[in-house]
């Protein structure tokens, strides 16, 4: 079963670039897919999102935000995609 991780960002944000190399990295081993979401194309992305990206989203809860932890970022995703 495939399942969707999103991860809120925006452009010319390198805590977001890293967040999205590690998620590409987790993908295969927790079995999910990852869509990225520019906060900046949708004004109530930007408004709730905008001092807290990168976000990262799965199963409908927030399990990692700015700054994040790799370690800590692997552990909450396999708890949430369980």
């Known amino acids: 079963m495939t399942r969707e991780v ?5 452009k ?14 987790l993908a295969p081993e927790l079995g999910f897919t990852l869509a990225e979401r520019d906060i900046d194309e949708d ?14 989203v799965a199963g409908g809860h927030v399990v990692a ?8 970022l692997r552990e909450r995703l396999a708890a949430a995609l369980r």
Not at 12 to 25: F, I, K, M, N, V
């Open 12 to 25: 010319r944000c390198g805590l977001c670039d890293d967040a999205a190399t590690e998620l590409r990295r």
């Open 6 to 10: 999103i991860l809120y960002t925006r």
């Open 65 to 72: 935000e700015a700054p994040i932890d790799a370690t800590r």
């Open 43 to 56: 004004p109530g992305l930007r408004a709730r999102y905008d001092e807290l990206v990168p976000v990262v």
